[in-house]
């Protein structure tokens, strides 16, 4: 009994790969893709310990590298592209990683456990991870092959806009989501003339409640950005260059240089095709494995299960590229999940940063903390029953911080507590009740 | 160009050489365990925590307004603790040691 009870205790989670009988399991990793999350994914594996064959297919061109800087910084040209990347050119090499930049994968053969790639070689696969990404929705309508018009997501499309921007003098700016309002504020502190185009009633529809977006039109306006909600764009007008955007009421607002920003698409289609369940990317469970047993998925290219907020969706984030990436890996290696971290989210617009936790979806009660006039202050979302949904805090990070913490708990806190900032921030987890 | 030393929790050091940007982006490009930059520098995650070694502790920038906010709040702070996202790394610091610590929260 004691020799069982010894064996067991045994570093097991150590010995990568081996089952009980001494033979290899794992001893080939493929990833498809090199982004974020493949970048994690990889990463985690390393440092859990597998030392098997590790092999990243990507497509474009150059080493992995973060992207929230492409509508930020990189844009503005205050950090280079040696600042952008994930690892020193010699660090894949040195952690016996196989970086393919330029030959991504094109169909899984899930029964023999092969990928193909572009370059028309085979690789054979222990596991799969699938890291594919999203590609930006492209906006269907008459002049959207004109030259000037622009969308954000990759290194090659930061530097294009970049170089537009530098030859214009105005922009117009078709979606006032994230990408969009910050390449509104960079384009300004440029010296362009900007104007935002919204379909939608009001600015960061999607992604942030009402009194956020009243405070990110106002923030723009006080700028010089002119913001047109409840606007839809029918065309794009120019010769060989686009020169003037259509609005679907008629209008024209002149344009030197377009950008779109109007959504991602998953690039859950090589999953599809091989016969992998995809409903709004690709299907996972809490450990970012997909129908497959032998295939995960993570990043934006998944959609999964939140067990915070009880609902599947596609978290298109850093942070869920990133916990994605390690729980593939921990399960990979029979680790313990990593202990997970609420959604969050952040966008730096001029000098205001605003840092999200939490999903606001459900929420009845939006109280705010602190001072909007001065550009500091939280807003709380809470249900009918006064539980932290999530939390918007503009320039407050100890706001932020403490928030996750209350958001991880499904905290309960009374509107007359969230807004007395004479009770410390700190103070806050130790008044709430539990949900 | 500046010598920087990591220590990690576990005691395991890793010496790197580091040619301007940060404390924290030395440590992500070298590989080294521990340091999770979440938002890749952008102050706002407070995951690239770490305790910087008392004798270097005047020889860093000053910790600036949002940098402090966030470190109020983080895991584990010590008087000594700094995000490494917001260290420069510049001739000053040569030679710097610091320690990462057993998580980042």
């Known amino acids: ?77 205050t950090i280079d592209l040696e600042r952008l990347q994930f690892r020193g050119p010699d660090q894949w090499e040195k952690d016996n990683i196989e970086l393919r930049v330029n030959d991504p994968a094109i169909a899984i053969d899930r029964e023999n456990k092969k990928v193909s790639t572009k370059s ?37 499309q930061s530097d ?10 105005s922009i117009v700016i078709v979606g006032a989501g994230y990408v969009g309002l910050e390449v509104a504020a960079i384009a300004r502190k440029k010296g362009l003339e900007v104007t935002v185009i919204e379909a939608a009633p009001r600015v960061l529809a999607r992604v942030a409640a009402p009194i956020i977006s009243q405070f990110y039109e106002n923030l723009h306006a006080s700028h010089g950005v002119n913001i ?127 840092q999200i ?43 932020f911080l403490v928030g996750k913490k209350l958001v991880a708990a499904k905290a309960k806190l009374s509107p007359e507590q969230i807004s007395d900032v004479s009770i410390p921030t700190k103070e806050l987890p130790n008044l709430a009740a539990s949900a | 160009m500046a010598k920087i030393t990591f220590i990690e929790h576990n005691g ?23 340091i999770d930059a979440d938002c890749g520098g952008a102050c706002a995650c407070a995951t690239c925590h770490v305790y910087v070694d008392d004798a270097w502790l005047d020889k860093v920038n000053p910790v600036g307004t949002m940098e402090e906010s966030m470190l109020d709040f983080a895991e584990g702070v010590s008087p000594n603790s700094r995000l490494s996202c917001q260290l420069a790394v510049n001739e000053a610091v040569d030679g710097i040691v610091v320690r990462i610590p057993a998580s980042q929260g």
């Open chain 1, 1 to 77: 009994m004691y020799f069982a009870t010894f064996v067991t205790c045994i570093p097991f989670k150590q010995i990568i790969g081996v089952n009980k009988n001494g033979q290899n399991m794992t001893q080939n990793i493929v990833i498809i893709g090199a982004g974020q999350a493949a970048t994690q994914a990889a990463n985690s594996l390393r440092q859990g310990g597998y030392n098997g064959r590790l092999v990243m297919l990507g497509d474009e061109g150059i080493a992995p590298y973060q992207r929230p800087p492409l509508s930020k910084a990189y844009l503005m040209d």
């Open chain 2, 12 to 34: 395991k050091e890793h010496i790197v050489d580091a040619n301007g940007g940060n404390i924290m982006e030395a440590a992500v490009k070298n590989n080294i365990p521990g």
């Open chain 1, 228 to 354: 047109m909600t409840n606007c839809g764009v029918s065309g794009f007008k120019g010769d060989t260059k686009v020169e003037a955007v259509v609005l679907s009421d008629g209008r024209e607002i002149k344009a030197d240089v377009v950008l779109v920003g109007i959504g991602i698409i998953p690039n859950s289609e090589i999953a599809a095709e091989a016969g992998i369940i995809c409903n709004n990317g690709i299907d996972v469970d809490e450990n970012a494995r997909t129908s497959d047993e032998n295939i995960y998925a993570c990043g934006d290219c998944s959609n999964r299960y939140v067990e915070l907020f009880d609902v599947r969706m596609r978290l298109e984030s850093v942070h869920n590229a990133i916990e994605q990436g390690k729980l593939a890996a921990a399960n990979i290696l029979g680790q313990d999940q990593p202990k997970l971290d609420t959604p969050w989210f952040w966008s730096d617009q001029y000098d205001i940063k605003l």
């Open chain 1, 357 to 399: 936790t939490g999903l606001f979806n459900g929420a009845i009660q939006h109280i705010v903390r602190g001072n909007i006039d001065e550009n500091k202050f939280a807003v709380f979302h809470l249900d009918a029953q006064n539980r932290i949904l999530a939390i918007d805090a503009i320039n407050s990070p100890a706001e």
């Open chain 1, 120 to 156: 028309g070689e085979v690789l054979s696969y222990d596991k799969l991870i699938i890291a594919t990404g999203s590609r930006v929705r492209e906006i269907p309508c008459e002049g959207n092959q004109l030259r000037g018009i622009n969308y954000l997501r990759t290194l090659g």
């Open chain 1, 160 to 169: 294009d806009l970049k170089t537009d921007l530098a030859n214009a003098k």
